[in-house]
């Protein structure tokens, strides 16, 4: 993998189901965390269904921690949305990223107000597939150490974060824009 490829984004549940992908995403920054980077790129959801994101979005893949993070910008750049992922560190397949989706997700808003998502789907699918207990205490891990980096506003929660993404995705703006 190099700054400059792309890659295919897939995301399963635990029971190994399809979740989601994203089928075009420029690689960044190869190191740890990766960096990639998207924009209105084409969205299967695990029904089938096919979506095409809004605008520019710059996501943050872990290899060892679990948790990834979406930066989502809607026309500006000064003020992005976060989506960030409870998930499995992820790995590569070829051209492809993958990791496992655990529910739960961290949104933030463009004013900075956060909220918990899917916590009920959480806890259906954690019984429902049976986590194991490791699992379960790596993504309750993973939803403090977010909650953490969030409230000190460390990376990837604060401007400078933001600003050396925006910095790395422009000389590929055309490239990704197609």
């Known amino acids: 993998m190099k700054v400059g490829e792309f890659l295919r984004i897939d995301s399963f549940k635990h029971d190994g189901g399809f979740h989601r992908s994203w089928n075009r995403s420029l690689v960044l ?5 990766l960096l990639l980077a998207n924009h209105n790129v084409h ?3 695990e029904d089938g269904s096919m979506w095409i994101s809004k605008g520019l979005a710059i996501c943050q893949f872990h290899r060892t921690r679990w948790f ?3 930066v989502i910008f809607n026309g500006d750049n000064k003020n992005p949305q976060y989506y960030c992922n409870i998930a499995s560190p992820c790995h590569l397949e070829g051209k492809r990223l993958v990791y496992v989706d655990y529910d739960l997700d961290l949104m933030v808003d463009g004013t900075g107000c956060a909220r918990w998502l899917d916590q009920g789907e959480y806890e ?5 597939m ?3 207990e490791e699992v379960v205490c790596q993504v309750e891990n993973a939803q403090a150490e977010l909650q953490t980096l969030f409230s000190e506003g460390r990376d990837p929660f604060n401007s400078t974060f933001v600003q050396a993404g925006i910095h790395r995705y422009l000389p590929f703006e055309k490239v990704l824009m197609g």
């Not at 920054?29 to 965390?33: S, V």
């Open 130 to 132: 049976n986590y194991p």
């Open 43 to 45: 969205v299967t959801e």
């Open 68 to 70: 990834n993070t979406i």
């Open 124 to 128: 259906v699918n954690r019984h429902k």
């Open 29 to 33: 920054d190869a190191g740890e965390p």
